[in-house]
């Protein structure tokens, strides 16, 4: 099991297979072993395996490959290590459930007539980006930016745009999403927005805290499915659909 003390997770999960690198368990142009296979071996989430990986491949050390798996590319010299601190996609994920979701229940109490049609020109730019196959999300931050802005509470504004300009900001962030070339799902979260915008139109805090709580699940679990780059034949031997499921947190 993988102890975090004092850093985040999945440094602890990079820092492992960095050091099972430097001790000569792979060389360079190996395979590595598929995620569900580390997660199960180290104890942890596949979702802190998935973080881990790519932070190795922000340093240099592994390629992913679609549908193929990781693989070994440099081996890691002596103690130099790069920089870090950056927050994990599924991590920031979970952070924004948690807060997201008591924002939108929030939200739905407080609530204004002006505050839903702003949204709904929000849900009608998002619509409009989907149609015209651009990559701008600007529609998508801008509803979950003004939720928390019918919460007439600055704090709760300024601490959701924080956690948006993480995301902006992280390479992380940025090379996972680089391994995503189906962008059918932006379709599912338009709908899923609009489920939160009616449970805040009939002002039900708990269908509202639902309905966020789910849309962010739906997020995590499409980026997970949609981001793996294990063959399926190399991994489907090692692991029935069962144990798996139960490996990842």
Not at 19 to 47: C, F, H, N, T, W
Not at 76 to 100: K, S, T, W, Y
Not at 117 to 142: F, K, N, P, T
């Amino acid at each position: 099991m993988i102890e975090a003390a004092g850093k985040r997770r999945y440094e602890d999960v990079a820092e492992a297979l960095r050091k099972e690198l430097a001790e000569g368990r792979y060389k360079v142009g190996d395979r590595m072993k598929p995620e569900r296979q580390i997660s199960e071996d180290m104890g942890v989430s596949r979702s802190l395996v998935r973080e881990a990986i790519i932070r190795l491949e922000i340093e240099g050390l592994v390629d992913v490959r679609k549908g193929s798996g990781t693989y070994v590319v440099r081996l890691p010299a002596g103690d130099a290590g790069e920089p870090r601190g950056d927050i994990g996609p599924f991590e920031l994920l979970q952070a924004r459930q948690v807060l997201e979701s008591s924002i939108a229940a929030f939200a739905a109490t407080t609530v204004t007539k002006a505050d839903i049609l702003r949204m709904r020109e929000a849900l009608e730019m998002e619509r409009r980006a989907i149609e015209d196959g651009s990559g701008d999300y600007s529609g998508d931050e801008l509803f979950h930016h003004l939720i928390a802005e019918a919460t007439q509470n600055s704090v709760l504004v300024d601490m959701i745009d924080e956690l948006w300009g993480k995301r902006e900001q992280s390479p992380m962030w940025e090379r996972l999403h680089a391994r995503i070339f189906d962008v059918s799902y932006r379709g599912r979260w338009l709908e899923d927005h609009q489920a939160i915008l009616t449970a805040l139109q009939c002002k039900d805090p708990r269908a509202a805290r639902q309905a966020m709580w789910q849309h962010l699940e739906n997020v995590r679990q499409t980026l997970m499915e949609l981001s793996d780059v294990d063959d399926p034949e190399f991994d489907g031997f090692l692991f029935d659909s069962r144990p798996a499921a139960a490996a990842v947190s």
